[in-house]
């Protein structure tokens, strides 16, 4: 039996289309929404089902569904996405068409105990870095991430929760980027009721232009090895 979510974010996108899910994208969706639909539970194994067919049965993400591995990140912060889907917190911008498919999703979850349960069942997962998908200046993108992002996002990019900045070392670089240029765009973290959201949205307009922010992206990923 199948449930949740195709969770994060979206999670999510390095298509032609970026911001528009394709046909494979939006008939996985859909069927995950059916069977939340279906059952209420808070069997965290039971209700993954519904992930499995976007993210991955260990949560390692699809690039050609535009999904994000999750197995990387920590509970606190894939809880934290899920729960903002569901208050429409997160996903609401029109040129978000992942968020959008996301926010429905999460809003079929019955309650906060199911996400935590779905969350808590990601995290037994094994980590394993995502495969390097971007090319860049290595060198370059330390320098910027360390003046800029490294102070909340650790050193190693291994995530402050203290600062509620989560980890980047080891998800897809490509989700990485995409996020990253949600945030500068004001697609993702334009409400200033998003907190943390609208922090890094300002943050996303720091970094001088695309390369360089590309290279930061590399930087990261690197930092997985």
């Given at each position: 039996?199948?449930?949740?979510?195709?969770?994060?974010?979206?999670?999510?996108?390095?298509?032609?289309?970026?911001?528009?899910?394709?046909?494979?994208?939006?008939?996985a969706?859909?069927?995950?929404r059916?069977?939340?639909?279906?059952?209420?539970?808070?069997?965290?194994?039971?209700?993954?089902?519904?992930?499995?067919?976007?993210?991955?049965?260990?949560?390692?993400?699809?690039?050609?569904?535009?999904?994000?591995?999750?197995?990387?990140?920590?509970?606190?912060?894939?809880?934290?996405?899920?729960?903002?889907?569901?208050?429409?917190?997160?996903?609401?911008?029109?040129?978000?068409?992942?968020?959008?498919?996301?926010?429905?999703?999460?809003?079929?979850?019955?309650?906060?105990?199911?996400?935590?349960a779905?969350?808590?069942?990601?995290?037994?997962?094994?980590?394993?870095?995502?495969?390097?998908?971007?090319?860049?200046?290595?060198k370059?993108?330390?320098?910027?991430?360390?003046?800029?992002?490294?102070?909340?996002?650790?050193?190693?990019?291994?995530?402050?929760?203290?600062?509620?900045?989560?980890?980047?070392?080891?998800?897809d670089?490509?989700?990485?980027l995409?996020?990253?240029?949600?945030?500068?765009?004001?697609?993702?973290?334009?409400?200033?009721?998003?907190?943390?959201?609208?922090q890094?949205?300002?943050?996303?307009?720091?970094?001088?232009?695309?390369?360089?922010?590309?290279?930061?992206?590399?930087?990261?990923?690197s930092l997985?090895?």
């Amino acid at each position: 039996m199948k449930r949740l979510v195709l969770l994060l974010s979206v999670l999510l996108v390095a298509c032609s289309n970026d911001n528009a899910p394709d046909v494979s994208s939006e008939a996985a969706a859909a069927d995950a929404r059916q069977t939340l639909q279906q059952a209420a539970s808070t069997d965290g194994k039971a209700l993954y089902v519904a992930c499995a067919g976007c993210h991955g049965a260990q949560g390692e993400g699809n690039v050609a569904l535009s999904s994000p591995s999750l197995a990387n990140q920590q509970t606190w912060y894939l809880e934290r996405q899920l729960l903002g889907f569901r208050s429409g917190l997160r996903g609401s911008h029109p040129e978000d068409g992942y968020g959008a498919q996301m926010q429905a999703i999460a809003k079929t979850l019955p309650d906060d105990n199911a996400v935590k349960a779905v969350v808590g069942y990601i995290a037994t997962f094994k980590a394993k870095p995502a495969a390097k998908t971007l090319d860049g200046n290595i060198k370059r993108g330390a320098d910027y991430y360390s003046n800029l992002c490294g102070s909340c996002h650790g050193p190693a990019a291994e995530g402050n929760e203290l600062l509620q900045a989560p980890a980047l070392a080891g998800v897809d670089d490509w989700y990485l980027l995409k996020q990253f240029n949600h945030f500068r765009d004001g697609v993702r973290g334009a409400d200033e009721s998003d907190r943390y959201g609208y922090q890094m949205g300002m943050m996303g307009k720091i970094l001088p232009d695309d390369d360089i922010a590309n290279d930061v992206i590399v930087y990261i990923q690197s930092l997985a090895d």
